[in-house]
């Protein structure tokens, strides 16, 4: 049974009313996009489940950060989460659907884990169905979303298996953005990639860095790249 919490060094994640636990893959994004958001963003976490991303990105920087999730028990153990750390006053969940939720204001980044399992084998749980699979909210759902309540000159992160990222950027080049770089994660050096997390913004650049990132060496040691991201906020790094 996994952990009803999960400790970093700076917040801890209860997750036992959320049918998604903390996993490798959300750190990865969270770490990741936590040094790229500018010190003062306003932000929004699309699906945020735990409310681990939200405090991820409160951890370093003085952003503003909104989340929505639209399972109430994730719903009401974020809201939880978030009011014990020493950022809680710059952050709020709220529970609803992105797709009809009226936000507060336009946001300058957008960070979402969304539910990426279309035509995978479907979770026989509900919860985690919505949570795993994007049948209440496919990703050109998401790209829509993202499109209306993103400001005219900001950028947006997304968490994707590895073999969907091209089909996403399809999307979103439709909704006009445009890829600035892109992360592809694979678990040791005889693993294939299986995430991609992809950055965007509105600019045309037309040039978008890849970036390789290893989780373990063939020993089963953390990677010295994998540390260096991650040193922030596990416990033994």
Known sequence: MPN????????TIHQNQCALKVCTDACILGAWFSAKIPQYATVLDIGSGTGLLMMMLAQRSQAEIHGIEIDLAAYRQAKENISQNAWAMRMKVFPGDART?????????????PPF???????????EQIAKHSKHLTLEELIQVIADNLQPHGAFGILLPYHRW????????????SLTEKLFVKQSPRHNHFRAILHYTRNQDHFAPTFELTIQQADGNYTPEFVELMKDYYLYL
């Open 166 to 177: 091209e089909y996403f950027n399809t999307l979103a080049t439709r909704y006009n953005f």
């Open 117 to 127: 399992f279309e035509d995978d084998l479907q979770s026989t749980d509900d919860r």
């Open 4 to 11: 009803s919490y999960f400790q970093f060094k700076q917040f």
């Open 101 to 113: 939720f009226h936000f507060p204001l336009q946001y300058e980044f957008i960070i979402s884990n």
